[in-house]
């Protein structure tokens, strides 16, 4: 049986392995996923991931930032959109996560993007997460 929400696991995973200061940690391998931690990498959140194939099944090894006094860069990190009830944004309700501070990631039709791209792309969409 397959997973149900691939989003919310890759989110619960990188929170945890944040909360339990690990330098990595390994994700299913999907489009949105990729393109998900494209985002992040972008964004300063992550330090970087690489892809790996393993008995057929794709894993993408996220590797974590810590600043210098070992706290997490992510302090938090939650799913908005779920499989059960999804939200969309038209352009002019795209959100702002902590007056700025924080990052909306959305999947458009141009490609998933952050909060101010999608501003500046004069476009809405699906509300993935907030990551802050």
Partial sequence: MGMSDPIADMLTRIRNANQAKMKSVDVLLSKVNFNLAKVLKKTGYISGFNVKRENNKGMLRVYLKFTDSKEGVISGIERV????????VGTDKVPKVLNGYG???????KGVVTDKEAREMNTGGEIICKVW
């Fill in 103 to 109: 990052v909306a990631i959305l999947s458009t039709s």
């Fill in 81 to 88: 959109s779920k499989p059960g009830r999804r939200i969309y």
